[in-house]
Nanobody, 127 residues
Framework: QVQLVESGGGLVQAGGSLRLSCAASGRTFSSYSMGWFRQAPGKEREFVSAISATGNTINYAASVKGRFTISRDNVKNTVFLRMNSLKPEDTAVYYC????????????????????WGPGTQVTVSS
């Protein structure tokens, strides 16, 4: 497991942009698949995006495809989520997650696949 800390959340107007960061500890960050999940009040936690250990494979939830971009920097041990064209329905606590899975062409996209989680960062989009 690795320790994760999210940052970059905040309040933004609809149509605006925000970039989330997730800093990870450990020497083997490049062997971990990384994911972003979110949970809005009254809703189940849902998958947002994930990126394979090397960054070769990326998945997005249909609701964010074309608006959000996930990336990672294995030198800085950081994964990012750039969110553009934000909508009020994007309002949620966003969580960073990690799992040891050193594959180039496969990336876990199910919550149960991940075993390390950050504390979350709040994103609020006003209309």
């Amino acid at each position: 497991q690795v320790q994760l800390v999210e940052s970059g959340g905040g309040l933004v107007q609809a149509g605006g942009s925000l970039r989330l960061s997730c800093a990870a500890s450990g020497r083997t960050f490049s062997s971990y698949s990384m994911g972003w999940f979110r949970q809005a009040p009254g809703k189940e936690r849902e998958f947002v995006s994930a990126i394979s250990a090397t960054g070769n494979t990326i998945n997005y939830a249909a609701s964010v495809k074309g608006r959000f971009t996930i990336s990672r920097d294995n030198v800085k041990n950081t994964v990012f989520l750039r969110m553009n064209s934000l909508k009020p329905e994007d309002t949620a606590v966003y969580y960073c997650a990690a799992v040891y899975f050193p594959r180039r062409t496969v990336v876990p996209a199910v919550e149960d696949d991940y075993d390390s989680w950050g504390p979350g960062t709040q994103v609020t989009v006003s209309s």
